[in-house]
């Protein structure tokens, strides 16, 4: 499959082309004449990589996080979850692929696991809603966590969807309240959780599996209260755009670090999580491990405490 390439990634794009044209003429000469300059290409496309994802805006970081490419939850499954076994529905209405969940272990140690899932393909797009959760995705996630307090399970989140599904059946069944149950119970659970946004994490729809002891971001993931082109089309009617929507959201995991939204950045390889899933999942792997050790020990108790403390702490600094 021909790599996909970002608006502002042409520039790699073009000298990428080059390098590819030169290494066919090279295999058909059968000589290494085209060797240096394809090694010195290759280098120069490295440095114009490296520069460009070291001085990402607000709205780069946008398309970067969206990329299709990047991990997905099925994805960060397979990479770091042993013996899954997926657990379905919401024993209410239906099954939700948006937001999918079970068991497994984690480096050894049993957890329950869920996230967004937005799929690769059409037919996994379709399948998956392109990872907009409807109401009975907020009711499987309150059962697994309910499951993960009757066994004393930490739990681990994945954050990546634009937002809950808008539509008339899911607000037909509830989802505002959905989304409010989820996020109650997330708030109010018994057992660690670490949530880590890997992708997009939009509106309500992210915060409902979100709100753990720990908050965690990839470096280019983003993470707001309304997607820039909604935010553009509601506050400024349209007059703006999406860019200068972003950049006033605050919504880039440096902003969100430094507002104390999220508790930590996960960095990302060079070119972004899509340009090495193995070394990004390893690393996000890494980041929930270090968190889930140090809340070892709690009590049910510290760790309500705590989560309350952390959530209620947003937004205090420079309030008199």
């Known amino acids: 499959m021909a790599p996909h390439y970002l608006e502002f990634?042409?520039?790699?794009a073009d000298l990428e082309a080059k390098i590819e044209e030169l290494s066919k003429l090279s295999g058909t000469a059968g000589s290494g004449v085209l060797d240096s300059e394809i090694e010195t290409l290759r280098d120069r496309a490295q440095t114009?990589?490296?520069?460009?994802?070291?001085?990402?805006?607000?709205?780069?970081?946008?398309?970067?996080?969206?990329?299709?490419?990047?991990?997905?939850?099925?994805d960060y499954v397979g990479a770091l979850i042993d013996e899954f076994q997926e657990?379905?529905?919401?024993?209410?209405?239906?099954?939700?692929?948006?937001?999918?969940?079970?068991?497994?272990?984690?480096?050894?140690?049993?957890?329950?696991?869920?996230?967004?899932?937005?799929?690769?393909?059409?037919?996994?797009?379709?399948?998956?809603?392109?990872?907009?959760?409807?109401?009975?995705?907020?009711?499987k996630a309150v059962r697994l966590f309910e499951l993960a307090e009757r066994f004393n399970l930490p739990v681990i989140s994945f954050v990546d969807t634009p937002?809950?599904?808008p539509g008339k059946e899911s607000e037909e069944r509830g989802v505002a309240e959905a989304i409010a149950r989820s996020t109650e119970k997330a708030l109010m659970l018994e057992v660690p959780m670490v949530a880590v946004v890997t992708g997009e994490g939009g509106s309500g729809g992210a915060l409902g599996i979100a709100c753990g002891n720990r908050v965690l971001i990839l470096e280019h993931a983003i993470y707001s209260v309304i997607p820039p082109e909604s935010a553009n089309a509601i506050l400024w009617r349209g007059s703006r755009t999406a860019e200068f929507a972003a950049k006033a959201q605050k919504i880039t995991a440096q902003d969100l670090l430094k507002l104390k939204i999220v508790?930590?950045?996960?960095?990302e390889p060079t070119g972004g999580a899509h340009a090495d899933p193995e070394a990004a999942m390893t690393t996000v792997g890494d980041a929930v491990e270090r968190e889930l050790k140090a809340l070892?020990?709690?009590s049910a108790a510290a760790l309500k405490a705590a989560r309350a403390e952390r959530f209620y702490a947003i937004g205090r600094?420079?309030?008199s």
């Not at 990634?9 to 790699?12: K, L, N």
């Not at 070291?54 to 939850?73: G, I, M, Y």
């Open 9 to 12: 990634e042409r520039p790699i």
């Open 87 to 139: 657990l379905r529905g919401d024993r209410k209405f239906a099954d939700d692929q948006a937001i999918m969940g079970g068991i497994g272990r984690f480096r050894g140690m049993p957890v329950v696991v869920m996230g967004h899932e937005k799929g690769r393909d059409t037919a996994t797009r379709v399948k998956h809603n392109f990872g907009y959760a409807r109401p009975e995705g907020y009711r």
């Open 296 to 298: 070892e020990g709690h």
């Open 317 to 319: 600094s420079g309030l």
């Open 48 to 74: 114009l990589r490296r520069e460009a994802y070291a001085n990402l805006d607000a709205w780069q970081k946008t398309q970067v996080s969206r990329h299709p490419d990047r991990p997905h939850f099925v």
């Open 163 to 165: 937002a809950a599904y």
């Open 263 to 267: 508790d930590g950045i996960i960095p």
